[in-house]
């Protein structure tokens, strides 16, 4: 699976953007995705992960309720709407694929993961 990340940019605080991965290589709704991110000197977090089916979606506490999770099975794409947006949202995006077995908890953490994007920088200014 090859997945690559774009639309970051440089936007204010309280602004809106939206992040798409694309993926190939593999049927797109055989895995999961989410999102993590990871700012200068810190670790990757997680931000967003969502189903196969798209059914389900899970979310980090600091972004709940203002970023939202998709995806279009039919066009092997994924999605972060990410709205209200503020300084400490600024880090590198990576879009993120696993193909854990359905039976198990949706993961949450970069171990959970196969693959991986590129990553894409999100800049919130003040």
């Known amino acids: 699976v090859q997945l690559q990340a774009f639309g970051g940019g440089l936007v204010q605080t309280g602004g809106s953007l939206t992040l798409s991965c694309a993926a190939s290589g593999r049927t797109f709704d055989s895995y999961i995705m989410a999102w993590f991110r990871q700012a200068p000197g810190k670790e990757r977090e997680f931000v967003t992960a969502i189903t196969r089916s798209g059914l389900s979606t899970f979310y980090a506490d600091s972004v709940k309720g203002r970023f939202t999770i998709s995806r279009d099975n039919a066009k092997n794409t994924g999605y972060l709407q990410m709205n209200s947006l503020k300084p400490e949202d600024t880090a590198v995006y990576y879009c993120?694929?696993?193909?854990?077995?359905?039976?198990?908890?949706?993961?949450?953490?970069?171990?959970?993961?196969?693959?991986w994007g590129q990553g894409t920088l999100v800049t919130v200014s003040s």
């Open positions: 993120a694929a696993s193909l854990r077995g359905s039976r198990y908890p949706t993961p949450m953490t970069p171990a959970g993961y196969d693959y």
